[in-house]
């Protein structure tokens, strides 16, 4: 590993062009400063080979059978502390607030919609998922936060607060970014079972 981490970004080919731009621009704006931090240097690559660092963005893994406004939460996502960044379950995300009283009916419009909604959130996810994989981070209830996993309550959900939260800026914490920059400097994921106790 040296004085590289490399992270593997792999099935972004299918996201399309845009929406993987966006992924790599994020995943080197969010990491890039914290492996800097610990003196090492962020390599991002694209591919099937194995990085320090993977995240596989799966466009196979189909989620709908959590229904359309049900469920709804990060589980499905994104595989919690592995590697897996379900691109489907994003793609399928709905506004789902409350019934309208009027119309007797649920906004059921989805909300990731074009390159610059669907990318940030599919940083949000993978970078949540690096945050447990690399340093063990436990969710927390600022939804600004990446290891956020309550999205707004029901009856606060619009087209707008969804794609905030979803799709919006996230930061790591003061104490989270210490793990992280300690973890990233000894090159030790805390939650990859072959550097376990
Ligand atoms: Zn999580």
Redesign the pocket.
């Known amino acids: 590993m040296g004085n590289r981490i490399r992270l593997n970004l792999q099935g972004l080919d299918r996201v399309g062009p845009k929406t993987a731009s966006e992924v790599v621009v994020m995943m080197r704006e969010v990491m890039g400063p914290l492996v800097t931090q610990a003196g090492k240097t962020l390599v991002i690559t694209l591919g099937s080979h194995r990085g320090d660092l993977n995240l596989d963005f799966d466009s196979t893994t189909d989620t709908r059978a959590a229904g359309v406004c049900t469920g709804h939460g990060?589980s499905i996502l994104g595989e919690?502390a592995g590697e897996s960044v379900f691109v489907r379950a994003h793609r399928d995300l709905r506004v789902c607030g409350p019934v309208d009283p009027k119309t007797r009916r649920k906004d059921t419009r989805k909300i990731l919609t074009a390159f610059w909604l669907l990318g940030p959130a599919l940083g949000n996810t993978g970078i949540?998922e690096l945050g447990?994989f690399i340093a063990d981070l436990q969710?927390v209830n600022d939804p600004g936060n990446f290891m956020s996993?309550m999205g707004p309550a029901l009856d606060q959900r619009t087209m707008a607060t969804q794609r905030e939260f979803w799709a919006g800026k996230k930061t790591f914490n003061d104490e989270q970014k210490k793990k992280l920059v300690k973890q990233i400097g000894e090159g030790k994921w805390l939650l990859d079972i072959t550097f376990g106790p």
């Open positions: 990060v919690d949540h447990h969710h996993t």
